[in-house]
């Protein structure tokens, strides 16, 4: 008897939830705390080195992504790679 794996679950390790404010709303992303740490001081370069995954969420422990209309009344544009640049410099860790 085998043991029923669900395939379109995201195990999330290790992870570092980087919370931001913009417009009244609040967002989250899944990153590696000492990547994040090294991106802040110029040493890490890579954003897929720091970022566990590439979505901007509501709630990253329950899985709720961002809509699209919310970024882009946040931060002007729903291009998720601009806003983790422009994010993981000025957020806190919980």
Partial sequence: MSI??????IRLTNVAVVRMKR?????EIACYKNK??????GV???LDEVLQT???FVNVSKGQV?????????????DQTE????SIHGCYFP
């Fill in 4 to 9: 029923f794996t669900p395939t379109n679950q």
């Fill in 23 to 27: 417009a009244g709303k609040r967002f």
């Fill in 36 to 41: 994040v740490v090294g991106w802040r001081s």
């Fill in 44 to 46: 890490e370069k890579d």
């Fill in 54 to 56: 590439h979505s901007v």
């Fill in 66 to 78: 961002a809509k699209k209309e919310d970024l882009i009344s946040a931060f002007g544009t729903d």
């Fill in 83 to 86: 806003i983790f640049k422009t």
